[in-house]
């Protein structure tokens, strides 16, 4: 069974560093894209880049690009978020998804991990 | 603002037809194909339909996807109260070069 598994929610403090993870199981986790997609309270989602964990090959839209940084262990079939200086406008759940394969869909998402930035 | 628009509730009784409306552009939904996801309460979003139309295996014939010119629409017939959950589309969107989704829709069985 394909299984995307997200850590668990975070509360930090603005200026604060975090990174999340997603760990696949169930598939070949190198040969498939994961994409980081962000949901603020009430609003609908965003799409924040994407790697290939094969090669590690990252490509970030252009509302993240330098806010975040996406990268992968292949190791532990798990990909990461990171931040190195929490605002408290990052406050959301982030999902991480698979891409499909040869599609431009998802056929597999975490469960979400809500982070929290509050003073 | 999200790029895809769509109504933000909808509802309808139970054995009733509901058609949630997503409507993009022509660099997105006018030139890409259209997938929908459900979220239920607390559990992971699911593929619900993929390339406009296709449905993964499991999800009921009496979900159904369709897209005409820059919009898309998802339709239920037979509505059920597992129903209940919100519902997204997305699309790959050719001028800002990455995916746009819509800003979800929460359907209520009544």
């Known amino acids: 069974e394909v299984q995307l598994v997200q850590s668990g929610a975070e509360v930090k403090k603005p200026g604060e560093s975090l990174k999340i993870s997603c760990k696949g199981s169930?598939?070949?986790?190198?040969?498939?894209?994961i994409v980081w997609v962000r949901q603020m309270p009430g609003k609908g989602l965003e799409w924040m880049g994407i790697?290939?964990?094969?090669?590690?090959?990252?490509r970030y839209s252009p509302s993240f690009q330098g806010q975040v940084a996406i990268s992968v262990d292949k190791s532990i079939s798990t990909a990461y978020l990171q931040w190195s200086s929490l605002k408290a406008s990052d406050s959301a759940v982030y999902y991480c998804?698979?891409?499909?394969?040869?599609?431009?869909?998802?056929?597999?998402w975490g469960q979400g991990t809500q982070v929290t930035v509050a003073s | 603002q999200s790029v895809l628009t769509q109504p933000p509730s909808a509802s309808g009784t139970p054995g009733q037809r509901v058609t949630i409306s997503c409507s993009g552009s022509?660099?997105?939904?006018?030139?890409?194909?259209v997938s929908w996801y459900q979220r239920l309460p607390g559990t992971a979003p699911k593929l619900l339909i993929y390339?406009?139309?296709q449905r993964p295996s499991g999800v009921p014939d009496r979900l159904s996807g369709s897209k005409s010119g820059t919009s898309a629409s998802l339709a239920i017939s037979g509505l059920q109260s597992e129903d209940e959950a919100d519902y997204y589309c997305?699309?790959?969107?050719?001028?800002?070069?990455?995916?746009?989704f819509g800003g979800g829709t929460k359907l209520t069985v009544l």
């Open positions: 998804l698979r891409r499909s394969d040869g599609g431009y869909y998802f056929d597999y």
């Open positions: 169930g598939y070949s986790f190198n040969t498939y894209f």
């Open positions: 790697i290939y964990p094969y090669d590690s090959d990252t």
């Open positions: 022509s660099s997105s939904i006018g030139s890409n194909t």
């Open positions: 390339s406009n139309n």
């Open positions: 997305a699309a790959w969107d050719d001028r800002l070069n990455g995916w746009v």
